[in-house]
């Protein structure tokens, strides 16, 4: 049974949560709720980043590992965080995938080069999660779960006269609606707002915008096992595609600003 105190406290927490933990994303200039501390997240990231890659084989493909180098070199020199200290691994694995932590921790698995064919392709997947570790997704999602769970238990006490069955029921109801109404539209908004930055971040690294549609129609027909839209964490692949074909413009006004434009740069060697 939760005392007095202990729900004016929790109370307070959520009335006034967003007023101490407010910031903005980059780029986009979203309000964002933040009840963890960015110095938190960077130990966090270097640690989970050495966790992750330490029983993964490295990549043996050292023409490939230079080109991650020389992508995430040029994303991080407009990126705005001179602060983190980068670094990019190349991972041998067939997994089509890429991830970023927070302090500049970037890995790619190899199984995602074939589906970006050039540097410019390559700076679309990097870009993205890049931009998830800038925008401090990772906290957000933190800050975002302890809300949840604020409100869970504020509807528990709430709650607390009711009969045993009764609130076993409304907590049920409260958990399905909290992931499809909260929790997963929230996460396809933060893969929409990767794209949306990390497009940007590319064209000012100087790789072609256009790339970033062409290599997420490439993706989608590699990978046509579709979930439904309000199911996925992210957006269906025809919304991804019209999103980011819809800010090529202002993409564009970047990339012909940018001081050495590459275009598609060079393609990937992939063995």
Known sequence: MWTRRQFHQLAWTAGCGCLLGCRSTPVTNRN??????????????????????????????????????????RIAAVANRPDYQWEFRVLATAEQNAFALP?????????IL?????????????SHEIAH???????????QG???N???????YVMRQQPTTRQDQLLQAYGVVSKYAYVLPYSRRHESEADHIGLMLMARAGYNPEEAPRFWQRFAALNNAATPEFLSTHP?????????????????????ESPQQVNLGQTLVLS
């Open 236 to 256: 269906a692949s025809e919304t991804r595609v019209q999103q980011l074909t819809n800010l090529l413009p202002e993409a564009q006004k970047l990339y012909v």
């Open 146 to 148: 302890m809300a949840v």
């Open 32 to 73: 964002q709720l933040m009840l963890i501390q960015e110095d938190q997240e960077l130990t966090l990231g270097k640690q989970s980043y050495e966790e992750a890659t330490a029983e993964v084989p490295r990549s043996q493909n050292a023409a490939a590992t230079q080109q991650v180098m020389q992508v995430g070199q």
């Open 114 to 126: 074939p589906v970006c064919l050039t540097e410019a392709g390559l700076a679309v997947v990097m």
């Open 150 to 156: 604020g409100v869970k238990q504020l509807g528990q």
């Open 103 to 111: 302090g500049g921790k970037v890995a790619v698995h190899e199984g």
């Open 133 to 143: 570790a800038l925008a401090r997704h990772g906290g957000e999602r933190m800050s």
